[in-house]
Structures are given as C-alpha cells and as structure tokens.
C-alpha cells in the first residue's frame, strides 16, 4: 500500500523535523518546505494528499501560500490544515475561506490531535 503523502510548509527547522517524524512514525511519508515559494512549488509538484500549513513564514506568508495553491488546478482541492501561533481564528477566516475545524493552533494542539485530524481529512 502506497504510504499518503504529506506536505508540512515550516518555516522552523525544529517543528518540521519533529512533525516529519511524528508523521514517519505514523506511517506517512513527510516532506518539508521550509519557505511559502517552496511550498507552493513543492505543493504543485508533489501534488501531497495532505498539507500542513504555517501562517507565519520567512518569504510570502501562509494566506499568500493558501492562495496560490488554490490558483491551481490540483490545488484547488487540496486538503489543507492550517498550524498557527499567533493568528486569530477571526484573522484567518477574514483572509481564506478555510473550516475553523482545519486551524490547529500552536501550542494548543498535542501530536495526538494533529494525528486524529490528519485520519479524519485522509479518511
């Protein structure tokens, strides 16, 4: 069985490589994107059953990344989650029509919610 794919767009080094194997440990493969331009090319390439996106990030930020995904054909359906530190959900849902239920934030949320809502989304 072919292992789903996950794109985790980070900016920091240390939660990237934790989530990657959290999420290896899991059974998914991890790819990481530490700038919103490489996520968004990687994204598109890579074409991930899943991503897991920051708002917070060093070049365009997450609403930017979020908007180009969905410019694309395969991204306009992509499944997306939101992981922030320091956005507001008033913030967020002002800046992308995104479910409050697919806004995790940091540090509010432990691996053990992060991982049941990566089942809920891939199913």
Known sequence: ?????????????????????????KGFQAVLAPTGREGVSTAIEEQP??????????????????RRIRENEW???????????????????????????DILFKPDWSVMDLHAKIIEKLG
């Open 1 to 25: 069985m072919k292992k789903k794919k996950i794109l985790v767009i980070e900016d920091s080094p240390y939660l990237a490589e934790s989530l990657a194997d959290m999420l290896e440990m």
């Open 49 to 66: 059953d899943l991503i897991l996106l920051d708002i917070r990030l060093p070049d365009i930020d997450g609403y930017e990344v979020y």
């Open 75 to 101: 991204g306009a359906t992509a499944t997306i989650i939101i992981l922030t530190a320091s956005e507001s959900i008033e913030n967020i849902s002002k800046n992308i029509q995104l479910p409050k239920e």
